[in-house]
Each structure stands twice: as C-alpha cells, then as structure tokens.
C-alpha cells in the first residue's frame, strides 16, 4: 500500500514536470509601455533534457534570438536572466499567460505575455539553402595560391593599444572558435590576461579609459542599438555602462583631465533624439549634462572641452537648417552661425595652448569650395587666420601634442592616397625618420602614451593589409611587432592604381582600378564595377582592398569610381550629385567603365556589378538603367526600392528625414516621386535580365530586408535564377568571419558561372 502511494506520488511529480515544460515551452510575447510608446518583446523558451533555455527577440530594433544567461521555471514561476545586459524578468504563469515584470538598468515595467508562434525577419521560403550556395561557390574551385579564407579570415591579432602610462599594451586574439577576445600584456614581465571576453554578440570595438580599465562596444545581432561596457584590465568588475534595452549609446569623449569619466550620448529617453551624460566609468553612475527635448528641432552635435565642459551645440532647424550655438563667458548659449546643412563649420578641437577660452581650431568650407583648417576664435566670431588648406581636396584632420602643450603636429588630407602634412619641428622630424624608414608606405599613428614616449606605427599600402611597429622616441628605435595577415605576400598581390577621367558631362571623376597580373600582361581580363556605399561624403581610397585583392587573384580587374557625390572633393563636386542619385551619379560610374576599356585593360563583355548598401542599390539600378552593360550583378544588403527605405528609417534617424529628401529625392514633390519610381529598380523589374545574386543581413536597421525580399520575389516571378543568402544574426553587412567567407565563396562561384561560363546541373532558387 504505502510502496503504491510512493510510486502514484513519483508518477504524478513526473507528469507535474512534463506539464510545466509543456506550458511553459514555446514563445512568449508581450508589450512594454516605455514613455507612452509600445515596445514588442518574445522570449523563446525551450526545453531539453530537463533544462530550460530561452533567447529574447525585440523586433522593433530588428534584433532576433538574444541569448539569455539563465532560465527557470518552478511552480510556476519563470525567470529569465541576461546579466550583461542587466536585464531580468520574472513572473508567473497563469493559464494561457504570464503576468511579471520586467527589470533592467533601475526600472521595473509590468509585462504580460501571452502564448505566440515565432516568426524571423522577412520570407524565410525565398532563401536559397546552404546546400545550393555551397554549390554555387564550388563553381570558384581551382589551383589558386591563396583561399578565401586567407583573405578575410580575421587576423590572428589585431588592434593593438598602450595603456596610457605605457606600462601595458592590449590587443585582440581570435581563439580557434573565432572568436577575437581582448587580452592585456605587461610590457616589463611578459605576463598576459584575458580582459574582454567575446561571446555570442561582436566585440564591436574597444579603448583604454584610464591605466586600470578598459571600454568597449557591443550590440545585438547587428541592431546597431550599441551599449558601452567597462571592465578592467585583468577581467574583473564588467559592467554595462549602458543598460538600456532598445537604445543606441554613441561614444562620445574620453577625458583629458578626467579618467573616471567619458561623455556618452543616449537616445533612452526619445528614440529620435540623443542626449549627453558623463558616465563613471566603475559604477556607472549617469549624469545628464543637457537636455534634448524639442525632437521638431533636436541637438544634433555637442562639442566638449578636455575636462569635459559643453561649450557649443550645433541644433536642426526645420529640418535641414542649423543653428550653431556657443556658450559665452556668462554661460549662456547663443547663436554663434546660422548655417545651411550643406555649410560646413565644425569645431575640430579647442585650441589649450592659448589661455583665452574662445580659440579653437575649425574646419570650414562657408569661405572657399574645399574645406580647410583656420584658427577662430568663437567669443568674437571671427577667424585668426587659415591654418591649412588644399585647392584640390577637403581638409579636415589635424593632431595636437598634449604632451607639448597641445602645439599643432600636423594637419592631413586625402587625395589620391593620405597626405600628412607636418607642421611642428618636432613631429617633421618624426614624419621624415619614418618615412625614410618605411618608404612606399602609408603611416598613421594608431596610438601613443599621454607622455608621447612610444608610439605604435600602423603601416600599410595596396599591397599590404597593415603591419604594427612600435617607436621609442628616447631610443629612436623602431621594433616590429605584428603583420595582421602574413600568409598574403606582398609580392603576390594586385597594384591599385589611381585613375582620373572626364565624365560625359565635363566633370572630372577619380577613383581605382586594381588589375590582375593578366592585365598587366596585356590580356583583357573580366572586370567587377564596385560602386561604394553612402552615397553622400563616402569615398573609394586607396590601400589595401581584401575584395578586390581577392578578385584580382582570380583574374578579374576591380574598377572603383568616385561619382559626383563622393566626399572629399569639395562642396560643388559633393552637391552635384544631390537628386542625382541613380541618374548622373550613376552616369560616372559608366563613364569609368567606358574609361578602363578604353585603356584596354578589360573585356567590356564581361563586366560584373557589385556593391553593399548604396552600392547595392547601384547594382540593381546598373541591371535596370543599362540592362545590357553588365554580366551580372551582386547586390549585398542593397535598396531597391526608395518609398519603403525611407519609410524604415530607424528612429534616430527621421529627424534628419528632410536632408536625406535634399540629398536624394522628395516623394511629397510630384515630379521628384515620378524620378523615384524611375530610379526605384522594384518598379522597373522588367529591366533587368542579367543573373543577380542577393545578400542581406536579418536585423539590418538600415536596409530592411524586406528590401532584399522584394526583388528576389519579383525575378523569381519572372522566372529568373536568383541565389538569395541571409543572415540572421547579421545587420548592415556582415561583421562574423564566417558569414563573410560563406559570402565570398559564394559570390565567387557566381561570377565563375557567369564571367567565366561554369555551370552546375541545377539552378540556385530558380
């Protein structure tokens, strides 16, 4: 009797288990109410082996499948946990829901979920297997020197830094899961610890705040929506400076005078707007140092002093106007400019080696068409003086020694390659040992300690990705220290050669052309036409190119052109290409093709189209503008249509919604609207009839995916072959190495099936 009742006891306790793993698996979606605006949330629970584990979805900031820490559930109570995003939600399940709350960076939100079924971005049936693209990408096999992976694998390390007192020197390392984690070397002992540790999410990027601790960046999925961690230097004490679920925290200032603190810009309390906090880099304390509260009107820029002061905010006014505003010695802000968004008036930094407040160093272009350097001084408004300017290109970067009581080192620019123009002894002296030193390269210096005592050397050209040496300026002393990819020989890889044209319309256009050794010998080889992305103020430059040296390596030539539109130019050559976009803009990039061939360099037969975002969009414009130019195209996370881009912008960014209608096109405009569905290639399907390949990344906030979806549903309609890849722990192009060499092997096979005429048995998705 009694040994009946224990097992009736033990089966019943097993039927409990499975009924609350039953009720409890699956997903879950609720609605946090944050400021009166409505926040989507599905946490997607599974159960196996008697454990729980669930991911998080936001689907208003595009992210999918956040992996959480730890999950529960006993009677009836459900825990979830992600600790490094201090988020945490518990509750309990009460037939067909859950009624709990949500907790994270000091707020407590009540959210009911209710039973859902669990959907992913965009149509998952239009995209082609992994079986078909590896397929695809097998066409690209053949007895080559180098792999894919050897051009786009990440570097064993990367991204080397001194600490400020120099007493240690950090860097990346990618384990053999490929994950790039961030160690710290004692420079005297040797000694090496682990301090930032990459997991699921990217490591996005990374500093030093003071000699103790370190920053670094991170997001979820490619969302973009970047928070701010701080760790220091041996691992311990991480903590999430940023904490907000669903908002973007941009870096702003480190801190001369202050090393507990940074400036960071939040947009946690409107999404459109940001505004500034300073941030204790150990607790995490937020302070908010000036209110952004008229979104009609929002902030849009703030500049800070070395110790941390706002000194001068720059404020849009109807949309695409600005108000530069200036603190005066009263401390109060007054209009210092009033300037049309295309004017340029930037306070690049203040200049300390004065003790009058007002002087600052400031990059202008409202008195010549090329911007330029001048000293200004900011309580009078009035220039002292240029500092430096060039009559062909934009200048914009200059550097002070603190070290030296923040005397002007040198000042640079970009023409065909980087220009550094020294402008100290001291540092002209520098420039001429390392130039002597490393002829035929490009410098820059990627770091130094505040004593200015060593510095870290980056060196690279077109035919090298990028080598670090270190310089001790009491010793005078170079030593090398690493070679980010030593399996590519520099004597193997392609030149990159600057070209200048006259487009049909009397512009004159530069930009690159990156031939292979077939080329050279007088072959006329396959080119690809790589329009680069933006568009506005974006430019091709020159240096190594991984694609292009990749493309190279199987005898096509990379033709790369700076449109009108391209930055770096100039106001006039910028603002030519306003409203051009798909038209004129597109016209240049033909022109540079009709150029190449001219020279008799490549096979105008085989010429291929290939481009990310903007460039994207280029591609599927080329396939609809010129459909018998091109091959064949890639379009990788491209618009293709120009209403429903716009219509998706992410929050912070609709208050600049009126730049961008100047920059491209203004539906509400009945003429412009008629120009938009020319240049929108969804409209024009029929055009195309070249083979397209299309890449996209799942939570891209920048170009939906619906982007990508409704080209390849419109030409499979036609009945056209079209490969589709998507990623979906992916954003605005591909940031995990092997996302990217599944892109390369694929596109590769692409371009072999069609400028080179391999085929397989089967189309891919057709």
């Known amino acids: 009797m009694i040994k009946n009742r224990i097992g009736s006891i033990f089966l019943l306790f097993l039927v409990g288990l499975c009924a609350h793993a039953q009720d409890i698996s699956g997903s879950w979606k609720g609605n946090l109410s944050i400021q009166g605006a409505e926040m989507p949330l599905i946490f997607n629970i599974k159960s196996e082996a008697d454990a729980l584990s669930a991911t998080m979805d936001s689907p208003s900031q595009g992210a999918t499948d956040i992996p959480m820490d730890e999950t529960s559930f006993q009677d009836g109570s459900l825990t979830i946990s992600f600790k490094q995003a201090g988020i945490k939600y518990v509750g309990v399940l009460e037939g067909e829901k859950i009624t709990g709350t949500f907790y994270q960076g000091g707020m407590e939100l009540p959210l009911v979920l209710e039973k859902t079924v669990k959907t992913i971005p965009g149509n998952p049936e239009l995209v082609s297997s992994d079986e078909e693209l590896n397929a695809l990408g097998r066409l690209a096999e053949g007895d080559y020197k180098y792999t894919v992976e050897d051009y786009f694998a990440k570097p064993k390390a990367s991204t080397f830094r001194f600490s400020p007192d120099g007493k240690y020197m950090s860097y990346r390392e990618k384990d053999e899961n490929g994950k790039r984690h961030i160690y710290v070397k004692d420079v005297t002992s040797g000694e090496t610890t682990r301090a930032i540790e990459e997991k699921e999410e990217l490591v996005r990027g ?313 080329a050279l010998q007088g072959e006329k080889v396959p080119v690809i036409v790589n329009p680069h992305g933006g568009p506005q103020g974006i430019r091709d430059s020159w240096g190594f190119n991984p694609e292009a040296q990749l493309f190279a390596s199987r005898g096509y030539a990379t033709l790369q052109v700076n449109f009108r539109i391209s930055g770096g130019y100039g106001r006039e050559f910028l603002e030519s290409g306003f409203k051009q976009i798909g038209r004129k803009a597109m016209d240049d990039v033909e022109d540079g093709l009709k150029y190449v061939v001219e020279q008799g360099w490549v096979d105008k037969e085989k010429a291929a189209i290939y481009g990310g975002s903007h460039g994207g969009y280029a591609v599927l414009r080329g396939l609809t503008k010129t459909p018998d130019l091109y091959a064949c195209g890639v379009d990788y996370v491209g618009v293709s249509n120009l209403f429903t881009f716009m219509d998706s912008f992410p929050e912070y960014w609709k208050p600049y919604l009126e730049i961008v209608r100047e920059i491209w096109y203004d539906e509400t405009i009945p003429e412009e609207k008629v120009i938009m569905e020319e240049v929108s290639p969804v409209y024009q399907i029929g055009k195309i009839k070249k083979p397209l390949f299309v890449v996209q990344g799942a939570n891209d906030p920048r170009v939906n995916i619906n982007e990508s979806d409704q080209i390849v549903e419109a030409l499979r309609a036609k009945g056209q072959d079209v490969p589709y890849m998507v990623k979906y722990d992916e954003g605005h192009g591909f940031g995990k190495e092997e996302n990217s060499i599944a892109l390369y092997r694929a596109m590769m096979g692409f371009f072999a099936k069609h400028l080179k005429d391999k085929e397989i048995p089967t189309p891919v998705k057709g």
């Open 206 to 518: 990374y500093a030093w705040l003071n000699n103790n601790r370190l920053a670094y960046i991170s997001d979820t999925g490619g969302d973009e929506n970047y928070h701010v961690f701080a760790v220091d230097l041996d691992g311990s004490n991480l903590k999430d400076l940023t904490p907000f679920d669903g908002v973007q925290a941009q870096f702003s200032n480190l801190l001369d005078e202050d090393k507990e603190h940074i400036i960071v810009n939040l947009n946690k309390n409107n999404p459109q707007v940001f505004e500034p906090y300073k941030v204790n880099v150990v607790t995490g304390e937020l302070t908010q140092l000036y209110v952004n509260d008229d979104p009609g009107s929002p902030i849009i820029g703030y500049d800070f002093d070395k110790n941390g002061n706002l000194k001068g905010f720059t404020k849009l006014k109807n949309g695409v106007d600005q108000d530069y505003f200036y603190k005066d010695s009263e401390g109060n802000f007054n209009v210092l400019k009033s300037l049309n968004w295309k004017d340029t008036f930037v306070v690049v930094s203040f200049d300390y080696a004065t003790e009058y407040e007002h002087d600052a160093y400031v990059v202008s272009n409202l008195e010549s068409d090329k911007a330029k350097i001048l000293r200004y001084d900011l309580g009078k408004n009035e220039p002292l003086g240029d500092v430096f300017a060039n009559d062909k290109y934009d200048v914009s970067d200059m550097y002070l020694s603190k070290n030296r009581g923040y005397e002007l080192d040198y000042v640079s620019y970009e023409g065909e390659k980087a220009v550094i123009v020294p402008i100290s002894k001291t540092y002209s002296k520098l420039h001429d040992r390392i130039t002597k030193t490393f002829p035929a390269k490009q410098y820059s210096i990627a770091d130094a300690t505040d004593a200015e005592d060593k510095l870290l050397i980056f060196l690279q050209s077109d035919k090298l990705y990028g080598e670090y040496h270190s310089y001790d300026v009491a010793k005078d002393e170079f030593t090398f220290l690493y070679n980010l990819m030593p399996q590519l020989k520099e004597e193997d890889m392609a030149e990159m050669r600057p070209i200048t044209f006259t487009s049909r319309d009397g512009l004159t256009i530069h930009g690159y052309i990156t031939l292979p050794k077939e």
